[in-house]
Structure formats: C-alpha cells, structure tokens
C-alpha cells in the first residue's frame, strides 16, 4: 500500500481536449462532449458523474473508438490509440475493455456464457478454442461464478450474475484498464455491494484502473480516487475524491450533491440553497459563457459571455467556475449526524 | 377508517410441469390514504409480484392461490374482469420499471393520458385536453402544450418519467403503484420525481406502494417499510424505526451494503471495505419451508434450519419481525 503510496503510479491513459460531436437534423451540431481532458494513472479510478445527457458515455465510448472522435487526443502509455491501426489496434484493445450497464443487450442470448467469455480471448489474442475455455475455467470463479456456469447461456443467470459475466469477459484478456458504464446501476444493493468488492480486489491483486461511470456519488466516492464532473459536454470540476467531497467548488457540483445526500436536516438545508431546478439546456448549441449559467443561482454577467475555464482550487483540484473561492461553499458540518438524524 | 390497501395472506405460486412452487407466501400489509409503503428487497424477491398482484396482473402461469386484496374495502380478487378493469388506471394505477415499454411510440403524450381520462372519467375530448394539460404542468413538464403533442422517444428519460407519473395520476388514483420509478434515472432527476410524488400525494391524498432499490429514497419519503425476501415479508414496521434500528438480519444486511456519501470533514479518510451479504436469493423452487435466509445469516442457529419459518411477530407496536434471533437494537 505505502510502496504504491510513494512510488507515484505512472499514467495509463491520456485524454487531452477530446470532443465528439454528431450531426443533428437542420445540419446542427450536437455537442456532446466539448473538448474532455483527464488522465489514468495505474491500478487507479476516475469517477465520472454528471447529469443525464452530460455526455458520460459518450467520453467513454469515444475514448474506446466505439464512436469517432471529432478532435482530440487519446494516448495509451504513449502511444496515440485513436491513431491506431491493424495488429497494434488489436493488441491495444486487449488492454483496454468495457463493460456496459446493460448485462442483457451486451450478452448475445444464443451462446453460452464460456463462449461468451472467450470471444475475446479468440478475437485480441487468437487463442485456440482450447486453450480459450481453459481459461474460462479459472476466471469464473475470480467473478464468484462456478465453472459449470459456462454452459449456461444469459437468460439463465440473474442479472448480478449476468455482470459478473460482463465482468469475466473484460477481464479476460488481462486489461489495464477498464471502463465501467454505469456497471452496477441497475443492480440492488446486496449485488451491488459484491460487484464492488470484486472490481476493488481485482484492483488491488491486478492494478487494474477504471474509469468508472454513476450516478451514484456514493458508489463513486467509494470506489474512485479521483472525481470529474460533466455538465453539458464538459468537465466542470475535477480533483482527488477526498477532496472534492470534502470541498466541492462548483455550483453544479454543490446541486449534484444536494440531491444526494441522505435524508435529514442536512440534506433539507442543501437542497433548499443547492439543488437545480428543470432540465440542462440542450447540447444542440449549447449557450455561450459558462454552460450552467442558465440555472445557476450565482450566474453573473461575465458567465453568460466568457467561458470559465479551470483553475486549480487545492493540490490537483480543478474548478471551470469565474466566481470559484468567491461564492461562500456550502456547510458540510453535519454530514455525518445527518445519517442518524 | 379502513385502510386505502389491505393485503392480507397474499399467496401467489408458479405452475410449473414439475408441480406448482410458491412465489409469495402469506404477504400482509395494510396501507393509509395519502400514506407510503416501500417494498425492498433483493432482486428475484416478489416485489415486483406483489405489485402485479394487487393490480390483477399477474403473468401467465402465476395464480393467486390465497389470500385477499382489498382496494377501499373491496375484493379486487374477487370482483369480474370487467370491474377490475375499471379499477385499474382509475381506483389504482401503476408507474413501470421502464417508460419506454409503457408508453405506445405511436401516440403523443397527450393522446395518451387524455385516453385514459376519456375510458375511465368520461370525459370530452376538450376536457381531457385540458386535464392532460394540467397534469404535465403538475409534473413539471417544460413547455406542457408542445410537449402534448410530442412523441415518447423524443423526450428524456427524465421527462418520461414525470410523463408516466401523469399519466398514473391523471384520473387521481386512490392507489398508486410505483415499481423502480427512478431506476433509470440520475440522482437530480430522482431527487425531483420523488419531490414531485411527495408533493402530488399530498395535495391528492393518494396511497403509495413504492417499490425500490434506493434506501435513501425509502428513508426520505416512505411510512413503513415491509422487507421481502424469498418471497416472504421478514420484516415489517416504520421506517425511521427499521432503517434505525433493523432487526432482522437480513434487513441489517441490506443496509450496511450501500456506501454512505461522506461530505465535509468526513470525505477525507479512505472508505472502509462495503459490507457484503454472501451467496444468492435462493431461486423458484428451492426454498425451504424453515428460514429461507439461513444460508446466508451469521446469526443462523439449528433451529434456523429445523423449524418453520419463524411467525411474524411484533417486537414493537407497529415493528414484526420474522426471525428466531432478531437482532439487538443497537445501543445508543
Ligand atoms: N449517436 C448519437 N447521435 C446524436 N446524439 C447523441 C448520440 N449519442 C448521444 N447523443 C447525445 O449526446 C449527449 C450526451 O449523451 P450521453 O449518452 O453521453 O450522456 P450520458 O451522460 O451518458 O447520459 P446518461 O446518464 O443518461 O447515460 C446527449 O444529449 C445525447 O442525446
Ligand atoms: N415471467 C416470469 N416467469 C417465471 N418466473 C418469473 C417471471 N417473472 C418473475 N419470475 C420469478 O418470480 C420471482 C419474483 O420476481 P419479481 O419480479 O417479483 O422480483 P423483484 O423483487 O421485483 O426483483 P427485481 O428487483 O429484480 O425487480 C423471481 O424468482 C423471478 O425469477
Ligand atoms: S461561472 Fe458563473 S454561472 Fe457558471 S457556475 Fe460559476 S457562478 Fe455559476
Ligand atoms: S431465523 Fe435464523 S437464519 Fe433466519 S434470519 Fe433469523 S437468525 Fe438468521
Ligand atoms: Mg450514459
Ligand atoms: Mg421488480
């Protein structure tokens, strides 16, 4: 712990400026992801958290090259992934997997589980169907799932079994990283809580890194180091976990907080000041100046014209806010009476 | 004043070739006018059974083998489909897991809640209109009178939700069924349909059974909490009182499994591992007629797996418990 503690963990993946941008009836842009910048670091997780809409998925699944990525960069170690072509692309997937909120749609439901699992391992690194299914055999069980689970096929596990599969399937061919798209949210939280666990003890047996997607603070505060916050196609708040809940700058994040702090006085006194009403604009030409202007209860003049642009706050802790450190933060201070209240 | 719900010794089963095997087993609960039940529980436990049962919908191969379900002092149980059905999106009305699924892609949202305002109210074309209107501007609809004529899939989840809601309370329903409303939805969108059915509820006096996985929803906006598993209620009472001081092991469980968001002075430690119920919801047909939850319990006794299920009994007034070694209320 303290030798991964000192030894500053090297980055993984580098995302600078990365935009995605689809066309929209009448030859209009939607911006769904207006130039994202973060970075990896080994056996480490990023929590991305923001509205729906707020261009989560897109992040990731432009960083997958599942989409096409308008401008941008994506560096793997130090190579440039979205540049990458033919048996380098390959191996370059194998190191980097995903797994979807969806266990059902991401499952074909006419082959069995083993299949499943293997697919990968035949597909990146062209193992025999042999060698594949042996392999099987001793990732199941890492997942909590029982070999004989591979003649199985989807509609016969339930659904916290079906992610443990997603699971196994990602980590089959022994990936970096992974990618969690809102992985556990459809889950109770019993399965919820195993599912955890598990991606928490592969981290720390494999260094394997997440870049975790939810929408629920709590699950991320738990799981992630590291925190990025998208409103509208953008990151507006970014930093270490235990910084930013302990001293969240941004007014979105004050309002994405608000809503979910647990029942009691505190959670009333937040949601009374914080919590945003309606809907985010939409991201077919998003407003200029800052985008959360229109429903923020801080918004001056200059926010409407003059894009804030992120500024360190504490060490690593970043704020795309003009009146960040100006505006009186909100009082945490009984946070954690509020539990019992 | 007799209760808006009355579930009393709800028995459903599943016909199977191999024989019939019970799915819910002696549910009973009662619910006030203008209060809220939550149902929780894992996965696979009869939550969503139970809803469909009160609502007269149970899927093919269910059957009601005991028990009675009365709607404001009526049988729903026993009275003709044709009843029934008049009852169902007037007396009592039910928000699904999935909007998509409930709403028709083919017909705009205001032919769709004016639909049932015209089956049920008797209502004129313009009047239903109008009472579809109103009810998108009590939801919170952004641009109500564009969007009456909007299509489902060109609204966000978030906005289709507060649709459904709508639509469930367009003919002021005595009952309201909420199956996982805000599953698909992200917290802020959550904390506002929860905030909304709050604010409905009392302007209405609607009765809600709220079905979800949330237990910070449940804390928020619930009476009474009735804890299922394996098809059977293990745990019934307030819920500030069972969320504070749960009795049963497998309602202690469920609430140390969720990660508390710690704020402020308490963010800056490293989280302590999450706890964990081990192994499954026993499936269809293996349940045993002693504690289903044996397995799974660290307070599991021989007498656990030896006798019957444990009765539910009062451990407080209003507080049952099913259990044969209840947990210590926690000492302050
Ligand atoms: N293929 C597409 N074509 C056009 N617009 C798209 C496409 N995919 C996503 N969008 C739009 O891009 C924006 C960002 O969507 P995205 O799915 O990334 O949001 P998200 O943050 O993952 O939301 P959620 O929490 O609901 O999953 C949304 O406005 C969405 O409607
Ligand atoms: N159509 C069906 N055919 C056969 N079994 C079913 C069917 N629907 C549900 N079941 C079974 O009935 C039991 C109760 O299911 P129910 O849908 O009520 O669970 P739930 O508590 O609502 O779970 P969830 O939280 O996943 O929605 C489960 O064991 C489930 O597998
Ligand atoms: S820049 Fe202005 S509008 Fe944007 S969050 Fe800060 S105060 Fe609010
Ligand atoms: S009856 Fe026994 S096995 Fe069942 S919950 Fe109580 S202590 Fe555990
Ligand atoms: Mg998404
Ligand atoms: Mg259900």
């Given at each position: 712990m303290t030798a991964v503690e000192n030894a500053r963990p090297r980055p993984i993946l580098q995302v600078n400026d990365l935009t995605v941008h689809f066309p929209a009836a009448g030859g209009k842009v939607v911006h769904a992801v207006d130039g994202v910048s973060f970075v990896v670091h080994e056996g480490r997780s990023l929590g991305i958290v923001g509205e729906s809409g707020s261009g989560k998925s897109t992040t990731a699944q432009g960083v997958m090259r599942l989409v096409p990525a308008t401008s941008g960069q994506v560096v793997l170690r130090d190579e440039d992934f979205l540049a990458m072509r033919g048996g380098r692309l390959r191996e370059a997937r194998r190191r980097i997997q995903m797994v979807f909120q969806d266990p059902f749609a991401s499952l074909d439901p006419r082959r069995q589980a083993g299949e499943l699992v293997a697919e990968p391992l035949r597909l990146l690194e062209g193992l025999s169907r042999r060698a594949a299914a042996d392999r099987v055999a001793e990732l199941l069980p890492t997942v909590g799932l029982p070999p004989e689970a591979a003649f199985l096929y989807p509609h016969q596990f339930s659904g916290g079994q079906r992610q443990r599969l997603c699971i196994a399937r990602a980590l089959a061919t022994a990936p970096e990283l992974i990618v969690c798209d809102e992985a556990v949210s459809a889950l109770d939280v019993a399965i919820q809580a195993q599912i955890l666990n598990l991606l928490r003890r592969l981290q720390q047996e494999r260094g394997i890194a997440y870049i975790f997607i939810s929408h629920d603070l709590g699950v991320v505060q738990h799981l992630c180091d590291e925190i990025a916050v998208m409103y509208l196609g953008q990151i507006i708040e970014q930093g270490p976990t235990a910084s930013f809940f302990s001293a969240p700058r941004h007014p979105y994040s004050w309002s994405l907080i608000s809503a979910a702090v647990p029942a009691g006085p505190l959670r009333?006194?937040?949601?009374?000041?914080?919590?945003?009403?309606?809907?985010?604009?939409?991201?077919?030409?998003?407003?200029?100046?800052?985008?959360?202007?229109?429903?923020?209860?801080?918004?001056?003049?200059?926010?409407?014209?003059?894009?804030?642009?992120?500024?360190?706050?504490?060490?690593?802790?970043?704020?795309?806010?003009?009146?960040?450190?100006?505006?009186?933060?909100?009082?945490?201070?009984?946070?954690?009476?509020?539990?019992?209240? | 004043m007799i209760p808006i719900l009355s579930v009393r010794d709800l028995t459903v089963s599943l016909k199977r070739a191999s024989g019939t095997v019970p799915v819910l087993e002696r549910l009973s609960f009662e619910l006030d006018r203008g209060r809220t039940i939550a149902l929780v529980g894992e996965s696979g436990c009869g939550k969503s059974m139970t809803a469909l049962a009160i609502m007269g919908l149970l899927p093919d191969g269910?059957?009601?083998?005991?028990?009675?379900?009365?709607?404001?002092?009526?049988?729903?149980?026993?009275?003709?489909?044709?009843?029934?059905?008049?009852?169902?999106?007037?007396?009592?009305?039910?928000?699904?897991?999935?909007?998509?699924?409930?709403?028709?892609?083919?017909?705009?949202?205001?032919?769709?809640?004016?639909?049932?305002l015209r089956l049920h109210q008797g209502l004129g074309r313009q009047a239903a209109m109008e009472r579809a209107l109103a009810m998108l501007k009590a939801v919170q609809i952004p641009a109500a009178e564009q969007r009456l004529h909007a299509y489902p899939h060109a609204l966000s989840?978030?906005?289709?939700?507060?649709?459904?809601?709508?639509?469930?309370?367009?003919?002021?329903?005595?009952?309201?069924?909420?199956?996982?409303?805000?599953?698909?939805?992200?917290?802020?969108?959550?904390?506002?349909?929860?905030?909304?059915?709050?604010?409905?509820?009392?302007?209405?006096?609607?009765?809600?059974?709220?079905?979800?996985?949330?237990?910070?929803?449940?804390?928020?906006?619930?009476?009474?909490?009735?804890?299922?598993?394996?098809?059977?209620?293990?745990?019934?009472?307030?819920?500030?009182?069972?969320?504070?001081?749960?009795?049963?092991?497998?309602?202690?469980?469920?609430?140390?499994?969720?990660?508390?968001?710690?704020?402020?002075?308490?963010?800056?430690?490293?989280?302590?591992?999450?706890?964990?119920?081990?192994?499954?919801?026993?499936?269809?047909?293996?349940?045993?007629?002693?504690?289903?939850?044996?397995?799974?319990?660290?307070r599991a006794t021989d007498k656990c797996s030896a006798q019957d299920q444990p009765p539910l009994a009062a451990i407080s007034p209003d507080h049952e418990v099913s259990c044969w070694h209840p947990e210590e209320r926690a000492v302050a």
């Amino acid at each position: 712990m303290t030798a991964v503690e000192n030894a500053r963990p090297r980055p993984i993946l580098q995302v600078n400026d990365l935009t995605v941008h689809f066309p929209a009836a009448g030859g209009k842009v939607v911006h769904a992801v207006d130039g994202v910048s973060f970075v990896v670091h080994e056996g480490r997780s990023l929590g991305i958290v923001g509205e729906s809409g707020s261009g989560k998925s897109t992040t990731a699944q432009g960083v997958m090259r599942l989409v096409p990525a308008t401008s941008g960069q994506v560096v793997l170690r130090d190579e440039d992934f979205l540049a990458m072509r033919g048996g380098r692309l390959r191996e370059a997937r194998r190191r980097i997997q995903m797994v979807f909120q969806d266990p059902f749609a991401s499952l074909d439901p006419r082959r069995q589980a083993g299949e499943l699992v293997a697919e990968p391992l035949r597909l990146l690194e062209g193992l025999s169907r042999r060698a594949a299914a042996d392999r099987v055999a001793e990732l199941l069980p890492t997942v909590g799932l029982p070999p004989e689970a591979a003649f199985l096929y989807p509609h016969q596990f339930s659904g916290g079994q079906r992610q443990r599969l997603c699971i196994a399937r990602a980590l089959a061919t022994a990936p970096e990283l992974i990618v969690c798209d809102e992985a556990v949210s459809a889950l109770d939280v019993a399965i919820q809580a195993q599912i955890l666990n598990l991606l928490r003890r592969l981290q720390q047996e494999r260094g394997i890194a997440y870049i975790f997607i939810s929408h629920d603070l709590g699950v991320v505060q738990h799981l992630c180091d590291e925190i990025a916050v998208m409103y509208l196609g953008q990151i507006i708040e970014q930093g270490p976990t235990a910084s930013f809940f302990s001293a969240p700058r941004h007014p979105y994040s004050w309002s994405l907080i608000s809503a979910a702090v647990p029942a009691g006085p505190l959670r009333e006194r937040l949601k009374a000041r914080y919590l945003v009403k309606g809907e985010p604009p939409s991201p077919i030409d998003p407003p200029a100046g800052c985008r959360f202007a229109g429903r923020c209860a801080f918004a001056v003049d200059r926010c409407r014209t003059e894009t804030p642009l992120p500024r360190p706050v504490a060490p690593r802790h970043f704020v795309a806010c003009h009146r960040a450190g100006e505006i009186e933060a909100p009082d945490f201070s009984s946070g954690e009476m509020a539990r019992s209240a | 004043m007799i209760p808006i719900l009355s579930v009393r010794d709800l028995t459903v089963s599943l016909k199977r070739a191999s024989g019939t095997v019970p799915v819910l087993e002696r549910l009973s609960f009662e619910l006030d006018r203008g209060r809220t039940i939550a149902l929780v529980g894992e996965s696979g436990c009869g939550k969503s059974m139970t809803a469909l049962a009160i609502m007269g919908l149970l899927p093919d191969g269910f059957a009601l083998e005991k028990g009675s379900i009365l709607l404001d002092g009526e049988d729903v149980t026993k009275v003709p489909p044709a009843r029934l059905r008049a009852l169902r999106g007037n007396a009592m009305s039910m928000i699904f897991q999935e909007p998509m699924t409930a709403l028709n892609p083919v017909f705009t949202v205001g032919d769709q809640i004016c639909e049932a305002l015209r089956l049920h109210q008797g209502l004129g074309r313009q009047a239903a209109m109008e009472r579809a209107l109103a009810m998108l501007k009590a939801v919170q609809i952004p641009a109500a009178e564009q969007r009456l004529h909007a299509y489902p899939h060109a609204l966000s989840g978030g906005m289709r939700q507060r649709v459904m809601i709508a639509m469930a309370l367009a003919c002021r329903p005595k009952l309201l069924i909420a199956d996982e409303p805000t599953t698909a939805l992200d917290v802020t969108v959550q904390a506002q349909v929860f905030d909304l059915l709050k604010e409905l509820q009392e302007e209405m006096g609607t009765a809600i059974v709220l079905i979800t996985h949330d237990l910070g929803a449940v804390a928020d906006i619930t009476d009474t909490v009735a804890v299922l598993y394996a098809g059977r209620c293990v745990e019934h009472g307030p819920t500030l009182e069972v969320m504070e001081a749960p009795r049963h092991p497998y309602t202690r469980g469920l609430m140390a499994c969720s990660p508390h968001l710690r704020l402020g002075a308490a963010a800056a430690g490293v989280p302590e591992p999450l706890q964990e119920i081990p192994g499954l919801v026993p499936p269809l047909g293996q349940r045993p007629p002693s504690c289903a939850f044996a397995p799974r319990c660290a307070r599991a006794t021989d007498k656990c797996s030896a006798q019957d299920q444990p009765p539910l009994a009062a451990i407080s007034p209003d507080h049952e418990v099913s259990c044969w070694h209840p947990e210590e209320r926690a000492v302050a």
